[in-house]
């Protein structure tokens, strides 16, 4: 192993949950060989990412195409997301949030969620918090906020697909091999697979996906022993049922459309629509010399269920990339809905709500899980994560599908693998 090896710690995935870990290497003075491996070609965020920035008047614009807000209720969360305040990543939202019924219109605001039962979607319920956080000026900036508290000894790779973690004979070190600048709708690429880095003490997997053929981000991981409780884990995770899928659509209206009264509605009555968020009202967000509001509606995973089953994520194990005919066809039905309930909000009771200018839909073959696999593993001592690491193997998983879902969420498991890295890299030295 050449020398600094023993403490070099490979992360697969650059959202939240992965520069968790790095930061919290770093906050432990592991931080000078850490690499974050992404294969999102936009830098860090994972699914908090924003839309690729489109042109309409001259002008452009990104949505929040992902999760929506955030909280941070954990003490320690709560000290990140209060430096990403201090340096303008992340910002407070003080919006009209609430429910509205999408036959009456009828709009219940926030005080009054609480009392109304569980919400149909974990996050949802985010909106009643004291306090409701975004990214500024988009939600990319929280992985970017993270991604610059980590600091510049952590090396990020983007677009970097990691396709196999070897563990050595000595079952001491790891290797990866991966693919660069793969595009995320293209096949696996085996052919142009290289060496990524040097020898690793430990990994950390936090993103399930990878253990799950065909997906983009699916990973081979050689060299466990196969009994041991890393391989069986890495087994157990490729079988977790999928995970729940959500469409997003991102609308952008002319200034003279009706305007609703809240800012962000968890929608009831609706098959379709399950959150409508005016993307324009965050915090922080660029101020359009044309005046269009930009809304961005989340399907219900019901209606996502049903639509992703006539376009599954996976075909006969290869990944299914989402096609602009596929949109073509989806695209009319939600767009038609979010008018309709939009139109509603506003007093219409026939919903004509006027045509957006701009309309797209995205895909989230695997949004969230709807529980969490934690239950079957312990909590880190000292964080409020729960992650899986395997101390032999120096392997470990973290993310939202441990935890459970949510930004809040993800950073906890994060963190927390990273503190079982530590103890695994202090008992190696
Ligand atoms: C439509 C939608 C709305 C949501 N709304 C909210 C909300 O309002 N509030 C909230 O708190 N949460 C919300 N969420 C959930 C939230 O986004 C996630 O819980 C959280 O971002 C998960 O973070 P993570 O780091 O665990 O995973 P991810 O963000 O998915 O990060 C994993 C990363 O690993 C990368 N990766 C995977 N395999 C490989 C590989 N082999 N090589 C390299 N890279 C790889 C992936 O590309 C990805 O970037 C929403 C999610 C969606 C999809």
Request: hydrophobic share 40%; charged share 25%.
């Given at each position: 192993m050449a020398s ?7 992360i697969?995935g ?6 968790a870990?790095a930061q919290?290497?770093?906050a432990?003075g592991f ?8 294969q999102g070609?936009r830098g860090?965020?994972?699914r ?6 489109v042109?309409?008047?001259g002008?452009?614009m990104?949505f929040?195409h992902?999760a929506q ?8 969360f709560k000290a990140?997301?209060?430096?990403l ?7 407070r939202?003080d919006?009209?949030f609430g429910?509205l ?8 605001p926030k ?5 109304m039962?569980?919400p ?8 009643t ?7 500024v000026p988009?939600?990319?900036a929280i ?6 508290l980590?600091?510049?000894?952590v ?6 697909t990691v ?6 004979a000595?079952?001491?070190?790891w290797s990866l091999?991966g693919v660069?600048?793969?595009r995320?709708?293209?096949g ?11 020898r690793?003490a430990?990994?950390v ?9 065909g997906?983009?981000g699916?990973?081979?991981?050689r060299?466990?022993?196969e009994?041991?409780d890393a391989a069986n884990t890495w087994r157990?995770?490729a079988?977790?049922?999928e ?5 997003s659509?991102m609308?952008a209206?002319?200034?003279?459309a009706p305007?609703p ?10 098959h379709?629509i399950g959150l409508?968020?005016r ?6 967000r660029v101020k359009?010399?044309?005046g ?13 269920e ?16 989402q096609?602009?005919?596929?949109f073509?066809?989806i ?7 979010a008018?309709r309930v939009?139109?509603v909000a506003?007093g219409d009771?026939?919903?004509?709500y006027?045509?957006?200018?701009h309309a797209?839909c995205q895909?989230w073959g695997?949004?969230y899980?709807?529980?969490a696999i934690?239950?079957?593993y312990h909590g880190?001592?000292?964080?409020g994560?729960?992650c899986?690491?395997?101390m ?5 998983m973290a ?11 993800a950073?906890?498991s994060?963190e ?7 103890r695994k890299?202090?008992a190696?030295?």
């Amino acid at each position: 192993m050449a020398s600094g090896d023993e403490t070099r710690v490979a992360i697969v995935g650059g959202g939240v949950a992965g520069i968790a870990c790095a930061q919290s290497l770093v906050a432990n003075g592991f931080g000078k060989r850490v690499d974050i491996y992404d294969q999102g070609s936009r830098g860090p965020g994972g699914r908090t990412s924003s839309s690729r920035p489109v042109e309409v008047n001259g002008e452009t614009m990104a949505f929040d195409h992902g999760a929506q807000f955030f909280t941070a209720n954990d003490p320690k969360f709560k000290a990140v997301c209060e430096e990403l305040k201090a340096k303008g990543y992340v910002a407070r939202w003080d919006g009209v949030f609430g429910t509205l019924n999408a036959f009456d219109g009828v709009f219940i605001p926030k005080r009054r969620v609480e009392t109304m039962g569980p919400p149909r979607q974990d996050f949802f319920k985010l909106l009643t918090a004291d306090e409701v956080l975004v990214g500024v000026p988009t939600n990319q900036a929280i992985c970017e906020g993270l991604r610059a508290l980590a600091g510049d000894d952590v090396t990020a790779h983007w677009h970097t697909t990691v396709t196999g973690l070897d563990l050595d004979a000595s079952g001491k070190t790891w290797s990866l091999s991966g693919v660069n600048k793969r595009r995320l709708d293209e096949g696996r690429a085996g052919s142009k697979e290289k060496r990524l880095s040097g020898r690793n003490a430990a990994v950390v997997v936090c993103d399930v996906m990878a253990a799950r053929e065909g997906t983009p981000g699916t990973c081979a991981v050689r060299g466990l022993p196969e009994r041991g409780d890393a391989a069986n884990t890495w087994r157990a995770f490729a079988k977790v049922p999928e995970r729940v899928g959500l469409f997003s659509c991102m609308l952008a209206f002319d200034a003279s459309a009706p305007k609703p009264e809240f800012d962000a509605a968890v929608v009831t009555g609706s098959h379709t629509i399950g959150l409508l968020v005016r993307d324009s009202s965050k915090p922080g967000r660029v101020k359009r010399k044309d005046g269009l509001e930009r809304w961005v509606a989340i399907t219900t995973t019901k209606y996502a269920e049903e639509t992703i089953a006539s376009a599954p994520l996976t075909v006969d194990g290869e990944y299914n990339p989402q096609t602009a005919e596929y949109f073509a066809k989806i695209e009319p039905a939600i767009v038609a809905e979010a008018r309709r309930v939009l139109g509603v909000a506003c007093g219409d009771d026939d919903g004509e709500y006027p045509a957006p200018v701009h309309a797209k839909c995205q895909r989230w073959g695997a949004a969230y899980h709807s529980g969490a696999i934690g239950e079957n593993y312990h909590g880190v001592p000292g964080t409020g994560g729960v992650c899986f690491f395997d101390m032999d193997a120096g392997f470990g998983m973290a993310g939202d599908f441990i935890q459970g879902p949510g930004v809040e969420a993800a950073w906890l498991s994060g963190e927390a693998a990273g503190r079982a890295t530590v103890r695994k890299l202090k008992a190696k030295l």
